[in-house]
């Protein structure tokens, strides 16, 4: 089986901070890694992916995630956050191996404030 | 750029009735999803279509059944609408099967479901 852990329900940021949306990860082999993004009364917006090669993924918006195998996790993250960052963010799983759908987090409240 | 839409985006109906949700996609898509999306629990997912022709149950089908219609479309479907319903639902499409690592979701913009 596979999970997909996002600890914290919101997090808040002043604009111009770093931020970081924490996601670790289950899967009973290697994994596909995601983020996503929704904003109010949208559907979700693909963000980045992990499938293999540089830890370290770019993706829209200036995001960037970090894929850490020895801790599972794939971290969410952007030098200096917008207001207009402020939305809610999910973290996506899916086994490299066999046949197996995208498992989605809970999801993460990000607010920036002015 | 149409991508994927849904329709109704938003519906009330009274417990028992029934409804079909529908979605289609125009980026020559093979494979079809229906999620829901509850507060606290993320997105689940309820029914797939890896490819035309087939459907697959996903974490939470009870209650709801499916039809890919063609390539474009998928539907989903309520026959006795439950409160326990009540929810976002949201259709996504991908390229390929998520068998392979180009199976990022496109999502449609939900449709907001409310059963009294």
């Known amino acids: 089986a596979q999970s997909v852990a996002q600890p914290e329900d919101q997090v808040n940021v002043a604009e111009g901070n770093p931020l970081t949306v924490k996601c670790t990860y289950s899967v009973s082999g290697n994994p596909y890694l995601f983020w996503y993004v929704q904003y109010p009364n949208r559907g979700l917006q693909f963000l980045l992916k992990y499938i293999t090669g540089d830890n370290l993924v770019k993706g829209s918006y200036g995001f960037e995630a970090e894929f850490n195998k020895s801790q599972t996790s794939f971290h969410l993250k952007k030098p200096s956050a917008l207001v207009s960052d402020s939305a809610l963010y999910f973290c996506a799983v899916r086994d490299r191996e066999g046949y197996s759908t995208l498992t989605f987090g809970k999801g993460t409240m990000l607010l920036v404030s002015p | 750029n149409a991508g994927v839409t849904q329709t109704p985006k938003f519906q009330v109906l009274k417990t028992g009735q029934s409804m079909t949700l529908q979605c289609a996609q125009d980026m020559n898509h093979n494979s079809m999803y229906w999620y829901r999306q509850d507060p606290g629990m993320g997105l689940r997912l309820i029914y797939y279509s890896a490819s035309e022709g087939t459907t697959d149950k996903g974490e939470v089908p009870n209650g709801y059944n499916v039809s890919r219609l063609n390539k474009r479309e998928f539907s989903l479907r309520l026959e006795s609408a439950a409160p326990s319903q009540t929810s976002v639902y949201f259709c996504?499409?991908?390229?390929?099967?998520?068998?392979?690592?180009?199976?990022?979701?496109?999502f449609g913009e939900g449709s907001r479901l409310t059963v009294l």
């Open positions: 996504a499409s991908s390229r390929t099967p998520s068998t392979g690592p180009l199976g990022e979701l496109f």
